[in-house]
């Protein structure tokens, strides 16, 4: 019944010519035109006696409409299936101005998947990188907890300094008017934190317990609220309490104080923490090069529909990534030749990888095994506490979008493990803190 006739335009461009004989048409016209004349009630015709040719002068154009639409979505994956095809992109669909005498007709621009093959593993040359966790990696994690973990204890009478934590009563006035949000009550408030506006924390200094501070700033020009924006501010203010910072006095107190028995147990436990990201940065670091070299050995051209759709796509990820952190995605940015620049490299780079990482899945045969899930989600689970992991796991197999996305990533994985085993590498170590310098350097 349906005819495709495919016309290559290029090595990813295709027209899928699409041909249904008139009376396919015609049985569905038909079809609508009888269901539309049982409900139409049109003046001196009674419900379902309506004559067909005053359906047809009244109804005809949403007739055929309704006709079309039911042949396209009836024979559109049939006609994609019978080209032997596999689209990149939703295919385009282009109707004729007029069918011609005797058929229906359609077309269907095709983009595909560019075709590549493969250059030898073999003679891919790259480092394989070993992220290692050294003693000065684990000690540099003590030193950080030892900083942040501070006890405050209150101490009657003592006068407060910088790194002391007051606790305080207050109410903002601008212009003698007490305005939102500038008041709080039982507010614990460390000394020299900046976490108040600038001038603040420092009229506290070497007040007491039981005091009265007349607090006067200025709030900054930039300031988030426009209305308080370089305004003169005073705060009433009454002190509480005044705590002095505590610190452990050794690494077994520190121990202690975060629920470890001793110094000796911290220090596993950090070399675990430190070891596991070691791994994941081992595999980062190799993946990135082996990735590097697989483009390098295969020239490929993407489409150029297929790249403006993941050129979209990647700044929309990159706008929900900026308003999730809280930052302000402006027009401006996105119009800068720069920033369009970065992102057309990026979106070029992916598709070009997924390309490549398909065709080292096919050349190997690699496939993903289900325990390898299991596994991953068994892993995924730890990141909650135990008693809520079966909880996780279940509500995570039934995200679909999430579940495809961990098989890719595994199958990822498998993908670059076989480029890694079949290449020539070198090995390279690297401290786990010149790893997370050159992160940061880059960032």
Known sequence: MIQTNVKQLSDTEHQVHVTLPQSEYDRVYAEHASKLGNQAKLPGFRPGKTPANVIQKQFGSKIHEDTVSELLQAHYVG??????????????????????????????????????????????????????????????????????????????????????QVTIDFVGFVDDEPFEGGDGEAHALVLGSGQFIPGFEEQLLGHKAGEHVVVNVSFPEDYQAAHLAGKEARFETDVKSVAKPETAEDDDALAKMLGFDDAAALRADAQTRLESEAKEASFQVTRDAAL????????????????????????????????????????????????????????????????????????????????AVEEELELMSKQYPAEQHDQFIAWIKGQQEQMAGIRDRLLEQRCVAHVVAEAKTKAVSKALSAWQQERDAQA
């Open 79 to 164: 006609a994609i299936e019978s080209s032997g095809l596999v689209p990149a992109l939703q295919p385009e669909l282009k109707m004729p101005a007029v069918q011609p005498d005797g058929e229906f007709t359609f077309t269907l621009d095709v983009v595909t998947w560019p075709k590549v093959e493969l250059a030898k593993l073999s003679k891919l040359k790259f480092d394989e990188t070993t992220v290692n966790v050294e003693d000065a990696d684990v000690d540099a994690v003590v030193e950080r907890l030892q900083k942040s973990q501070v006890k405050y204890d209150v101490e009657d009478g003592r006068v407060a300094e910088n790194g002391d």
């Open 292 to 371: 590097d070299a697989l483009l390098a050995a295969n020239e490929m051209t993407i489409p150029g529909r297929l790249l403006e759709e993941e050129i979209k796509n990647t700044t929309q990820r990159v706008m929900q990534n900026m308003q999730q952190q809280g930052m302000e995605a402006n027009d401006e940015m996105f119009a800068d030749e720069a920033f369009k620049k970065e992102v057309r490299e990026r979106a070029e780079r992916s598709l070009k990888l997924s390309v490549l990482i398909q065709a080292v899945r096919e050349m190997a045969e690699l496939e993903l095994d289900e325990s």
